[in-house]
T-cell receptor, first 116, second 110 residues
């Protein structure tokens, strides 16, 4: 399968613990995005990388959240001191062709986080 | 900032009938519009997009969407619905970042 992959698919943690998710984009894609989706809502943009540079970060993103893409390939999203409100599906997407606003993003299956 | 609205939470149609899933948008510049579909426990799958040109855009699985600038709409359509089209559909608009609607659940009954 040459699509976007995410690991783990499910994560259950206790409040206050740190969690880290991984995203492997489509191999030739240089742009990578993280989204959060809660029940009954559409995905909400969190952050965006072009190669290894983090170019955009949502103002809604708490400073407990950090993302990296050290070699411009896979990316990690870490949530520190998790709270119950962090429970959501975390989606990763990648893209490469065309202009920034017009290229098509391809999504991974997501990581479902449950904070107890 | 850009925004998108999907006015219907739920759309029900009978198999073989045409379907429409509605979407309206608001942007300050050129509208770049997308439709995605989400099946249970799966990520979003791209259906189609409007960037420029012909107002009728054709996409995957027989879906199409009509861009209407005067009504600021981008409704998703299919001439003949299948039971397998039952899923959650998201409209999105991109200006700075990508903004998604809240989704419309389509149920196609046999």
């Amino acid at each position: 399968d040459t699509g976007v992959s995410q690991d783990p698919r499910h994560k259950i943690t206790k409040r206050g613990q740190n969690v880290t998710f991984r995203c492997d984009p489509i191999s030739e894609h240089n742009r990578l995005y993280w989204y959060r989706q809660t029940l009954g809502q559409g995905p909400e943009f969190l952050t965006y990388f072009q190669n290894e540079a983090q170019l955009e970060k949502s103002r809604l993103l708490s400073d407990r959240f950090s993302a990296e893409r050290p070699k411009g390939s896979f990316s990690t999203l870490e949530i520190q001191r998790t709270e119950q409100g962090d429970s959501a599906m975390y989606l990763c997407a990648s893209s490469s062709r065309g202009g920034y606003s017009t290229d098509t993003q391809y999504f991974g299956p997501g990581t479902r986080l449950t904070v107890l | 900032a850009q925004s998108v609205a999907q006015p219907e939470d739920q759309v029900n149609v009978a198999e073989g009938n045409p379907l429409t899933v509605k979407c309206t948008y608001s942007v300050s510049g050129n509208p770049y519009l997308f439709w995605y579909v989400q099946y249970p426990n799966r990520g979003l799958q791209f259906l189609l997009k409007y960037i420029t040109g012909d107002n009728l855009v054709k996409g995957s699985y027989g879906f199409e969407a009509e861009f209407n600038k005067s009504q600021t709409s981008f409704h998703l359509k299919k001439p003949s619905a299948l039971v397998s089209d039952s899923a959650l559909y998201f409209c999105a608009v991109r200006e700075d970042d990508m903004r998604f609607g809240a989704g419309t659940r389509l149920t196609v009954k046999p």
